[in-house]
T-cell receptor
Framework: QQPVQSPQAVILREGEDAVINCSSSKALYSVHWYRQKHGEAPVFLMILLKGGEQKGHDKISASFNEKKQQSSLYLTASQLSYSGTYFCGTVFGNEKLTFGTGTRLTIIP | DTGVSQDPRHKITKRGQNVTFRCDPISEHNRLYWYRQTLGQGPEFLTYFQNEAQLEKSRLLSDRFSAERPKGSFSTLEIQRTEQGDSAMYLC?????????????FGSGTQLSVL
């Protein structure tokens, strides 16, 4: 049931773009995206509801394709502060959030 | 809004000992969740509460784990007879309502090391 994220890890130079994908084998009700820095708690980025999308902040946005049961997170013109591990969280119809496998993003100057 | 707080931040214990963690959610939040996270993995759901009622518990959770939320305020997670495999970060999160379009607010976690 755990969503699968790809890629597992990515290294970018500052200013480059990245796409992180989250795929589920089950129908989704909504998708959450969180970022976690080493040793810290996950921090909310955005939620995408079934049939729509919501933009978060800065140059980070996301889409939700309910037919394909997947979501993608787009990071544009990456900044050093974007480094961390990104998790999607999926809701299958109950209240609990099931987190994905994670994508470690490293931004280098 | 003082955020979700967890105590202690770190706990080192010997195998076989019991440990208890505390979580204080944001005051108006009636949903409280416990997750466990090991290095390099995403948070894994353990259990959640609506006010004082424990509504779901992961099937992966052994009988050594128990959680309470008396009076629907703070929550405690107890692990009895700890094992080395229990070593992990234990995260607490809360949110106001039940709708899936509400975000979770996480605490900083309790890092458990079982020797």
């Amino acid at each position: 049931q755990q969503p699968v994220q790809s890629p597992q890890a990515v290294i970018l130079r500052e200013g480059e773009d990245a796409v992180i994908n989250c795929s589920s084998s089950k129908a989704l009700y909504s998708v959450h995206w969180y970022r976690q820095k080493h040793g810290e708690a996950p921090v909310f980025l955005m939620i995408l509801l079934k049939g729509g999308e919501q933009k978060g902040h800065d140059k980070i946005s996301a889409s939700f394709n309910e037919k394909k049961q997947q979501s993608s997170l787009y990071l544009t013109a990456s900044q050093l502060s974007y480094s961390g591990t990104y998790f999607c969280g999926t809701v299958f119809g109950n209240e609990k959030l099931t987190f994905g496998t994670g994508t470690r993003l490293t931004i280098i100057p | 809004d003082t955020g979700v707080s967890q105590d202690p931040r770190h706990k080192i214990t010997k195998r076989g000992q019991n440990v208890t963690f505390r979580c204080d959610p944001i005051s108006e939040h009636n949903r409280l969740y416990w997750y466990r996270q090991t290095l390099g993995q995403g948070p894994e759901f353990l259990t959640y509460f609506q006010n004082e009622a424990q509504l779901e518990k992961s099937r992966l959770l052994s009988d050594r784990f128990s959680a309470e939320r008396p009076k629907g305020s703070f929550s405690t997670l107890e692990i009895q007879r700890t094992e080395q495999g229990d070593s992990a970060m234990y995260l607490c999160a809360s949110r106001r309502g039940a709708t899936t379009n509400e975000k979770l607010f996480f605490g900083s976690g309790t890092q458990l090391s079982v020797l």
